[in-house]
């Protein structure tokens, strides 16, 4: 059976779009054009995964997100049309999957989806997951046999993101995580420091990426990366 995604979003053209490019890659899909539909059709049929606009006529993406939770764990990608608006959004930890903005190119959205859906599947997940171990008292971090030294900051930053798999972080929620005084670093002293730990994880895990960048938003922890 195909994976079902429903496509939540009032432009119809978009939508529709969208829809088509979906079912190019083999999902079926089911368009809601109205905010208020959303919730009741969720409910009922269960769909594997949902694109949700955030501004929607009837009831918008933030209050149907809330709902959806509610009832049901069904991976969510929320679609906003403003970058600035999704750090807000991660601040109301709303429990979305991923999020988006637009505007997008139809083959990104499918990337996205197939990404989460991947994430979620128990048996790719544990096919594909990396455990790595955290020596706090050493800062190490150890892969199998192999083990590689650590900053203090790449340390926590590691610890943070591999805590809650695939949550995204922004760059600000990292900062506060890690720094008692955030005065005195900057959103671009956490991406070098990013940039570090990146690479040493690539030494201990070859042809491996556990810690990606969400365009425009932040980074998150995926084992299966
Ligand atoms: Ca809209």
Same mark, same amino acid.
């Given at each position: ?72 764990h069904v ?31 139809? %083959? $990104?959205?499918?990337?996205? +989806?197939? *990404?989460?859906?991947?994430? &979620?599947?128990? @048996? =790719? ?9 955290? %020596? $706090?008292?050493?800062?190490? +971090?150890? *892969?199998?046999?192999?083990? &590689?030294?650590? @900053? =203090? ?21 990292l900062m506060?995580?890690?720094? =008692? ?36 938003v932040g ?7």
């Amino acid at each position: 059976m195909n994976d079902t995604i429903l496509v939540v979003e009032d432009e119809e053209k978009l939508a529709r779009l969208l829809a088509r490019y979906l079912e190019q890659a083999g999902f079926s899909v089911h368009q809601i054009h109205n905010g208020l539909e959303a919730t009741p059709w969720i409910r009922q049929h269960q769909p594997d995964l949902v694109l949700l606009d955030l501004m929607l006529p009837g009831a918008d993406g933030l209050d149907i997100c809330r709902e959806v939770r509610s009832f049901s764990h069904v991976p969510i990608i929320m679609v906003t049309a403003r970058v600035e608006e999704i750090d807000r959004l991660l601040g109301l930890e709303l429990g979305a999957d991923d999020y988006i903005c637009k505007p997008y190119s139809p %083959r $990104e959205v499918v990337a996205r +989806v197939r *990404a989460v859906l991947r994430r &979620m599947s128990p @048996t =790719a997940a544990m096919e594909n997951t990396t455990t790595l171990q955290l %020596r $706090e008292d050493q800062l190490l +971090v150890m *892969a199998g046999t192999k083990s &590689m030294e650590l @900053t =203090a900051v790449e340390f926590h930053l590691l610890q943070t993101l591999s805590q809650s798999a695939g949550r995204i972080y922004s760059r600000d929620q990292l900062m506060d995580r890690i720094y =008692a005084d955030r005065r005195i670093v900057s959103e671009r002293t956490i991406d070098s420091h990013i940039k570090k730990l990146r690479r040493k994880l690539t030494e201990l895990l070859p042809g491996q990426d556990v810690i990606q960048s969400v365009y425009g938003v932040g980074y998150k922890y995926d084992p299966t990366g």
